[in-house]
């Protein structure tokens, strides 16, 4: 699976941004898709994730209430919808393909190559 993230960008602290992730080389709906971040000098933490399954999501408290995670599988695409946004979700944005939606990224298969959002205060 090939993964291309886009959509982050500089945005103000309280303001939007919608992450997207194009999937391809292989079906998509049979994977589960996970978006994870890293700030720098941090660790890659894992922020949200849709199942392969029934689509349910899985959202890490840090961001809950302000991140969702969707994806279409008609357009083999994962978004983050990202709300209310704080100096502190500054970071670079991946997704990533496993079996089953892990929180950890050891379990990941296949990555983006990040897409970079910065929050201004």
């Known amino acids: 699976v090939q993964l291309q993230a886009s959509g982050g960008g500089l945005v103000q602290a309280g303001g939007s941004l919608r992450l997207s992730c194009v999937a391809s080389?292989?079906?998509?709906?049979?994977?589960?898709m996970g978006w994870f971040r890293q700030a720098q000098g941090k660790e890659r933490d894992f922020v949200a994730g849709?199942?392969?399954?029934?689509?349910?999501?899985y959202v890490a408290d840090s961001v809950k209430g302000r991140f969702t995670c969707s994806r279409d599988n008609a357009k083999n695409t994962v978004f983050l919808q990202m709300n209310n946004l704080k100096p502190e979700d500054t970071a670079v944005y991946y997704c990533?393909?496993?079996?089953?939606?892990?929180?950890?990224?050891?379990?990941?298969?296949?990555w983006g190559q990040g897409t970079e959002v910065t929050v201004s205060s």
């Open positions: 849709v199942r392969r399954s029934d689509g349910s999501t």
């Open positions: 080389g292989r079906t998509f709906s049979n994977w589960a």
């Open positions: 990533a393909a496993a079996q089953f939606l892990y929180t950890d990224q050891k379990n990941y298969d296949y």
